[in-house]
Every structure is written in C-alpha cells, then in structure tokens.
C-alpha cells in the first residue's frame, strides 16, 4: 500500500506478464484451471492415453486421506490437494462436522511430505451427500511461500511449504445456499475470494503475508455463486470478472471490478452460477452452468453494458462445469454428457456431441498446446481433438470416478479421484 504508484504499476505488469509467460514454461498450475484461470496449458508432450488394465503412463499414484472435489494444485515440486474426512471416519470417530485436510506431496514420487488438519469454520451444517460432505470443493492456490486453502466451512487458511500455519481467516458474515464453492485467487499480493451468499455477497482481498484484509467490498445486490473469478488484463490495466445471480437473473449478473481496490468497473444482466468466466482473444464468454443465455462480452465497456457490449448471446443448456476458450471457438460440456463447440466470433453452433462414457461431466475440461482437449477425471477420461469437428482420440479408464478438474505442470496431468491421487505422463 506504501509502494510509489509507478512502482505498482511495473509490478502489476511484470506480475502479469509472468503469468502469462509463464505458462510457456508449464511448470507450475497454482490455482483452479491454472496460471491464467482458463485451464489452457502450452504443455504439448502429454500423453494421449493412460490406465486401462496394465496402468499405462500413471507414473505414480498415492492414497487419499479423505475426499473432496476441489481441483489440485501444482507450485514447483509440489503438489497441494484439500480434502475432507470421509463420513464412514467421521462416524467413527464421532465427528459431528468432518475434519477439514490441506495435504503436500512430492511430485516426482508421489509421497506425502506432510498433512495439516485445518480447524472447522463459522458455517455449520451435517455431512451431506456430496463427495467430502461439500467442505473440500474449492480449489486451493499456491505461490512460492505459501499455500492458501479455502474450506466450505467459510474458513480461509494459509499454510507455509512445510504445512506450519501462518494466518487464518473466517470469512463473515456467512449465509450460504449450501457450502463455499468458490477458489482464492492470487493477484499481485492478495488473495481474492467471492463470498457469494443468499442475502448479500461480499468481494474480500486478503494480504498474503498477513491475512490482513486489504479490502472489502460489500455486494448488496449481487446473488450467489459456486464460479471461481477471473483476472484477465484489459487496455493494460486489470479486471477481475465474477458472475452471481443464484438460480435466477439479475442486472448485474456479471460484474468486473478493479483487483486492486474492489471498485467495480462495468456489469451485464443475464445469470450467473456454477460455471466460471473464460477468456477467449480479449473477449470474455460467460454463462452460469444452470443453463439460458450465454454471452460473449467486450470487457472494455464501463457501468452497464448489457446493451452496448455483448458481442453475441446464445442459449445453452445445464453444464456445471466451466467453459473453455481455445483459438477460434468455445467449448462447453453439459450434464446431460454432450460436449459442443461454438464459433468465437459468432456464436453459431458447430457441433453439439454425445461423449460415451465419461464419468465426471462436472470436471472443467482443460486444453494442451498440441491441439487436444481433456475431459479428464479419475474416473473414465476422453480426449478430443481442438477444432470445429468432433473427433475422439482417446478413451481412458482409472475407474476412481470424481468431479475434480485437472491439474496440468512438467509434461503431467494429475488426477483426483475418490480414493487416490493419479500422476499421468509419458513412460
């Protein structure tokens, strides 16, 4: 906050241009869907096909100390995954609300180097159905010092490489539709998080260091949702993109603010839930996975811009994962297990495909740098071929089904599923 605004301004830039140069390199995936929030990774040695009955190309797999769906991720020679207890522990150990798990594995072999049991949060409910009672579905983030874990139980926590807590937050007020589903995102020395809650939403920068809040921005008439935010970088200067309406529409479903103060910038009607913005050549292409009205906005625009910056609007049907942008065109998976491609420029459907077999259609797929993407899970995976015509590559089976989106770094892609955690490259 002392830093002469020149000097924030080259950083913000270099710190930027990091991420994006940075995915050339493709070491790292430090937050949901990667270095760019787009799940796209220049990687383009990956392999084509793994599992099957002689476990090809899974160079390693190691045991879960619980469950969740919330997405991997990579910094360096480490692996992070939250989890949560598994309901058949929790009931034996007489556990009204599970315990809530950040765990570190090597990435060469696959070993656990630590675990830490992060202590429940203000939001309490029982252990409900869905895979580590709902606690452990938001992806985590990770930097060069720390990694930085949000819970279900509104409870934010960073942690150093060695598993030491070094701040703790809870998030309030919290009054959620069901639990947190959102992931931290990492901007310049905050960590962000959209507190999308039922009577009223919240916008919180924490510092890294501290977990101090920076700032906090209170969103009154923004609805919830279970999207991760989005930093992309317009006319150089940075917007942080998010989507909240609930199940319903509102007019100002998506919303961009400014990641350095929290003010917000420009807002569009339509609705906004489950599936995460993506950006796609500048534009920025947003539906909220419940399905309707689909749209591909200029985020160059200022106050409302329903009218004067949506490029084209479709109609789409459910997909609770989240898009993904690739050259010319959009991809989406819908739950019902077809996978489409849209046309970029103008929206027009170019093939809308059943996918046999695939487990998970709540996964985000994630595209390499070789013209393939990944409908990936620990469960059956399919691996198409970028393009405006559908084309099958592979069909892969590690028969540990889950909802957890890929993680991709250092020519692997690592897999979460139900029971174990899955190393994939090339042999």
């Known amino acids: 906050m002392h830093t002469p605004r020149a000097v924030r301004l080259t950083a913000a830039v270099c710190t930027f241009a990091l991420l994006l140069t940075g995915r ?18 220049t990687e383009k040695d990956l392999p084509l096909t793994w ?35 598994r309901k058949e522990d929790d009931k034996k150990a007489d556990r009204k609300q599970p315990e809530q798990y950040v765990a570190c594995y090597d990435t060469a072999t696959g070993k656990l180097l630590w675990n830490a049991v992060v202590p429940h949060g203000p939001w309490k409910r ?9 606690w452990a579905s938001c992806t985590p983030a990770a930097d060069g010092e720390r990694v930085y874990a949000l819970f279900g139980s509104s409870v934010l926590v960073a942690l150093d490489h060695d598993g030491k807590t070094v701040w703790h937050a809870e998030l309030t007020p919290h009054d959620y539709d069901v639990e947190m589903a959102t992931s931290p995102v990492l ?15 919240r916008l919180v920068a924490f510092d890294r260091k501290t977990g101090e809040v920076a700032w906090d921005k209170e969103l009154k008439d923004t609805g919830y949702g279970h999207n991760t935010p989005l930093v992309i970088r317009v006319k150089d200067e940075p917007q942080l993109v998010l989507m909240g ?12 603010f400014d990641p350095r103060t929290g003010e917000r910038l420009w807002w569009c009607a339509g609705k906004g839930e489950t599936a995460s913005p993506v950006e796609a050549k500048g534009l920025v292409f947003c539906d909220s996975g419940r399905g309707g009205a689909a749209k591909l906005l200029d985020p160059a625009g200022k106050g409302d811009v329903t009218t004067t910056h949506v490029k084209w609007q479709t109609s789409l049907i459910q997909g609770l994962s989240s898009p993904l942008g690739v050259g010319d065109h959009v991809y989406r ?12 420029a103008t929206g027009k459907e170019l ?20 013209g393939r993407i990944f409908l990936a899970s620990g469960g059956t995976s399919v691996v198409v071929e970028a ?22 770094a250092g020519g692997r892609l690592y897999l979460l599923g139900a029971k174990r955690l899955y190393a994939v490259g090339k042999k």
Not at 24 to 41: I, K, L, T, Y
Not at 54 to 82: C, H, I, M, Q, Y
Not at 401 to 408: E, I, L, R
Request: glycine residues 14%; proline residues 6%; hydrophobic residues 40%.
């Open 24 to 41: 050339a390199m493709a070491e790292d995936w430090p937050q949901f869907r990667g270095p760019a929030g787009g799940g796209v990774s």
């Open 51 to 85: 599992g099957g009955p002689k476990n090809e190309n899974v160079v390693w797999t190691a045991d879960l100390l619980g469950e969740g769906s919330a997405s991997p991720v990579v910094w360096k020679d480490r692996l992070f995954v939250v989890n949560a207890s």
């Open 126 to 134: 029982s252990h409900t159905g869905r895979s580590g009672g709902g």
């Open 187 to 201: 901007f310049e020395k905050f960590v962000i998080v959209f507190c999308g809650m039922k009577g009223g939403s």
């Open 245 to 256: 309406a609930g199940l319903g529409t509102a007019k100002n479903a998506i919303q961009s």
């Open 333 to 344: 998976l819908f739950d019902n297990g077809t996978f489409a491609c849209l046309d970029l």
């Open 351 to 370: 093939y809308k495909e059943r996918v046999s077999g695939l487990t998970s259609h709540w996964a985000s797929p994630v595209a390499d740098g070789a």
């Open 387 to 408: 393009g405006p015509e559908f084309k099958v590559l592979a069909t892969n089976k590690l028969n540990d089904p889950n909802h957890a989106s890929p993680a991709v």
